[in-house]
């Protein structure tokens, strides 16, 4: 049978968010990053956000909008800059809180949650200053004995020796989500979603670890569509981790959105530059994020 | 780690080409060389050198004595090309890239942790900050809680460092990068893997750093029996002092200290091919 319709606007969503809620952003860096429902926070008086994202400027706008309580990130990144300006300017001004994790333990937090256990246990980490840093981190002991036999790498005296021991690993807390936002290449009406490209990111973990996901995608299908579109690998979110449906075609602009869409590097630049001065900001924001998001897309438009 | 890492083996004794004679090799071709070594004996596992001449040094290896090291596109694949003159060279423009790479292996984010998780990778870093531990800062300068520079943060070298081989690659080589102690341990070092014991360090292991004045490994202890940066050798036209002054923390110096060995001519064409516009010399540019 037909899944239900879930079709809703950017600013239906945001109706549904709520200040101090801890919100997911899928993609990665400067990567597929459901920009149209940024925007539309942006717009909005929600603030006081815990934000979980493998960052890119879906994380700089937030904190230069005032919208961020928190940060939990494996990085804030551009890619083709490597350093995401605000993000950088958020940090040393001390504006916001942050947890800054290893890369791999983000996608660990965000599979405990969607998996609904309490934390999984990884050697990532373990002997970092990101436990000295993040002092909500816990470590765990394993109730199995490890046996190793010593190698030639730890001192020499003891190579060969068989040793025993209940490991202690750090146990990755699970990043439970109030919201998750994503953006796909395509979806059906009820959130049968595909992604293109060669990298799902992370998404289908941000939805399951999420109270409710939206998903906004670049087109909307009949779902008998949708598994002619590449194999079936690529149908990787189920209309059931999924609460808004949003049409938005360039919809992730200006991060890549392949095989879509590239990263618009032009406007990239321009964007980063905002962080130079106030004047900059203010300029850039009265002319893309004080429009809604057809008024962005226009403007964006008249740039090509 | 083998022996074949005394100091006298990385001599230029293989054949290559004089450095003093011969016009055509440059100081960034020496690193090339000195990256490509560091990967030697890896056999079949992930080469996954970042930046530009880590990642011309580690195909270099791929193209030339280490046919057997997987290389990534990258981004989302690992790639085995057919020949060494198959390799593809750095930095291509984007449709150039995918049509150079013989894809074997399809390697979202999400595997390439399984992947370092299980240990078969050999990473090549950068780091803003190392001290003679190894222990390495790409995170923040200052206070981390509120850092005078907020850098690339943690990124994969926490998980990198504890569950497989680590080497990293400085292209300025001064007191402020080779540091006495690093403002956050973002990659560990020998001290932080000495403190975890045996086991939970047991696949810790950072094999070499490249510079572009030298080359350095972990082949030395201090009096702890911890192992220490030890200096492995000079890249030609380089001196002692002048590697010590730009140095901040400790290093030790073997007797018989090393030069860092020249290209050979297959080697040296191998360079060019890879990275056809010269990437090299402006992270290395000629002293």
């Known amino acids: 049978m037909p899944g239900p319709d879930k079709r809703c606007t950017e600013d239906e969503v945001v109706a549904e968010l709520s200040s101090g ?7 990665w860096g400067s990567r597929r990053k ?22 890119g400027p879906d994380v700089g706008l937030l904190c230069r909008s005032g919208k961020v309580r928190k940060v939990v990130s494996g990085f804030v990144s551009l890619d083709s800059i490597p350093l995401e300006p605000h993000y ?6 001390g504006s916001i809180e942050a947890a800054e994790w290893d ?48 190698g030639g790498n730890s001192g020499g005296e003891s190579a060969g020796e068989l040793v025993s021991e209940f490991e202690e690993l750090l146990a990755v807390p699970a990043l439970e989500l109030d919201a998750a936002l994503v953006h796909q290449n395509a979806a059906d009406v009820s959130g049968n979603a595909v992604w293109l490209g060669e990298d799902p990111f992370m998404d289908d973990l941000f939805v399951r670890a ?18 002619g579109l590449a194999d079936i690998s690529h149908l990787k979110i189920s209309r059931m981790d999924v609460s808004g449906v949003i049409e938005a075609p360039h919809g992730a602009h200006f991060t890549e959105c392949l095989p879509d869409y590239s990263r618009d590097e032009a406007f990239q630049k321009r964007y980063a530059a905002t962080a130079k001065s106030d004047e900059a900001w203010d300029e850039f924001r009265a002319e893309f994020l004080e429009v809604d998001e057809a008024g962005y897309q226009a403007k964006v438009k008249e740039l090509q | 780690m083998s022996n074949a890492s005394s100091p006298t083996s990385a001599a230029g004794v ?37 930046g530009n001449l880590p990642l011309i040094g580690g195909r270099l290896a791929a193209a030339t004595f280490e046919h057997q090291l997987a290389l990534t596109d990258g981004f989302y694949t690992l790639m085995d090309p057919q020949s060494p003159d198959l390799v ?10 995918v049509a150079q790479r013989t894809v074997a292996h399809w390697n979202p984010y999400r595997e390439m942790f399984g992947l370092l998780w299980q240990g078969k990778r050999h990473v090549m870093m950068g780091a803003t900050q190392i001290d003679q531990y190894g222990n390495q800062n790409i995170a923040a300068i200052g206070d981390w809680t509120k850092p005078r520079r907020q850098l690339l943060g943690f990124r994969g070298a926490p998980g990198n460092t504890i569950n497989h081989t680590t080497s990293y690659w400085v292209p300025n080589h001064s007191p402020r ?23 939970a360090s047991r696949f810790h292991e950072v094999r070499r750093v490249v510079s572009n004045l030298a080359v350095f490994d972990f082949e030395a202890t201090d009096s702890n029996g911890v192992a220490t940066m030890r200096l492995r050798s000079l890249h030609p036209g380089v001196t002692l002092e002048e590697v010590l002054e730009a140095t901040a923390c400790e290093v030790v110096v073997p007797k018989d200290l090393g030069v860092s060995r020249s290209p050979t001519e297959q080697e040296l064409a191998q360079i060019n091919r890879l990275d056809p516009r010269g990437l090299r010399l402006s992270e290395v540019p000629e002293p």
């Not at chain 1, 809620?21 to 993609?27: D, N, R």
């Not at chain 1, 459901?34 to 934000?51: F, Y």
């Not at chain 2, 016009?23 to 020496?30: E, F, K, Y």
Request: net charge negative.
């Open chain 2, 88 to 97: 593809p060279a750095i930095a291509l423009p984007e449709a150039e890239r």
């Open chain 2, 14 to 50: 293989d054949g290559g080409i004089d450095a003093g004679e011969n016009a055509g090799v440059t100081r960034a071709d020496i690193c090339a060389v000195a990256i490509a070594e560091a990967f030697r004996g890896d056999g079949e596992r992930l080469c996954n050198p970042i």
């Open chain 2, 177 to 199: 990068v080779f540091v006495q102690a690093v403002d956050v341990v973002c990659g560990i070092g020998y001290d932080r893997a000495h403190a975890l014991g045996p086991i």
């Open chain 1, 210 to 227: 999420a109270q409710r996901s939206f998903v906004s995608t670049e087109r909307i299908l009949p779902t008998t569509e949708l598994a």
């Open chain 1, 88 to 93: 950088q300017a958020a940090r040393q001004t």
């Open chain 1, 21 to 27: 809620m801890t919100i997911g952003i899928g993609g």
């Open chain 1, 103 to 150: 890369e791999g333990m983000l996608l660990l937090g965000l599979q405990a949650a969607a998996w609904r256990v309490p934390f999984l246990p990884t050697r990532a980490g373990l002997g970092s200053d990101i436990l000295k840093y993040m002092g909500d981190l816990r470590t765990v002991r394993s109730p199995y004995a490890t046996e190793v036999k010593l």
């Open chain 1, 34 to 55: 459901p920009m149209s429902l940024i925007r539309a926070i942006l717009r909005s008086d929600l603030t006081d956000l815990t934000i979980v994202s493998y960052g």
